[in-house]
């Protein structure tokens, strides 16, 4: 992979009737990009003489969409947009929420693999890993993978690393567990290991101009510093310290 390649992470794809999961996370809001923003986006890719490419297949200057949880917005507001554009994209599933109210389903998923969409593992049950024993880590990565495996019948040796918080043993067991493309948020500064992709995770409140700024790996100078101040908040408080303060600070100011 080209350190000119850019690797998109989406969350949820929101339309005028979309209606959001109730097991959502505090906070999966601030991922929410509105439909018509996200056809925007990829006319973006087009018009800056890109395109979307699989890893397989990456040359210098593709950029690579992702999308986390699996929800059921997905299928219904992103799938036609991509094929609009004969797009593909990775599409990160959390196995426990496969058919719960507001994400996909099996039959939808094998749609998405039908379309030429990527299917891979989110995890079990979205956990925060590196708060888990190495027993429930190694439960997250395999029944996660199985259960897609069985249920789709494709082999799935990609995934996303759930909330974000990752280290070295987690990518080593990831990878043990047969993953061969693990993808992460950003990198901790203590991850040493090279044999993961960061990803830029795009926003509900950005600009097509922010976006744009994002396909060359620009970021603007604010959105740096607030960046760097929380993940200094995130090594001095730790994976449930910070997760927790997140999230009694966006209940307070909703």
């Known amino acids: 992979m080209s350190a000119t390649n850019i690797i998109l992470m989406y969350h949820g794809i929101i339309g005028k009737d979309t209606r959001v999961p109730k097991l959502r996370e505090v906070g999966a809001d601030l991922y929410d990009v509105k439909t018509s923003h996200f056809d925007l986006h990829l006319q973006g890719i087009q018009r800056a003489g890109k395109k979307a490419s699989k890893m397989e297949d990456l040359s210098e200057n593709d950029v690579v969409i992702t999308f986390d949880d699996g929800e059921l917005n997905n299928f ?6 991509l094929q609009k554009y004969q797009y593909p994209a990775y599409f990160f ?3 426990k929420r496969v058919g719960a109210q507001g994400y996909m389903n099996v039959d939808q998923l094998k749609q998405l693999v039908d379309a030429g969409m990527i299917v891979g593992s989110h995890g079990l049950s979205h956990e925060i890993l590196t708060n888990l024993k190495d ?6 990565l395999s029944a996660s993978k199985k259960f897609l495996e069985r249920n789709l019948n ?7 690393i759930p909330r974000g918080f990752c280290n070295d043993k987690i990518i080593q067991m990831a990878h ?3 993953y061969k493309h693990i ?3 950003e990198r901790p500064k203590d991850l040493t290991v090279q044999n993961c992709h960061e990803r830029v995770a795009v926003k509900r409140d950005w600009t097509v101009k922010r976006f744009e700024q994002a396909l060359v790996g620009q970021v603007p100078f604010g959105e740096m510093i607030r960046d760097r101040a929380k993940n200094i908040t ?11 303060i997140r999230s009694t ?6």
């Open 76 to 81: 219904t507001e992103a799938l036609p947009i």
């Open 93 to 95: 599933i959390i196995a």
């Open 135 to 140: 027993t429930q880590v190694e439960e997250e």
């Open 154 to 160: 494709i082999t799935v040796d990609t995934m996303s």
């Open 176 to 178: 043990a567990a047969g």
């Open 183 to 185: 993808f992460i948020s």
């Open 234 to 244: 995130k090594s001095v408080l730790n994976e449930s310290g910070y997760n927790w």
């Open 249 to 254: 600070y966006i209940k307070m100011f909703k």
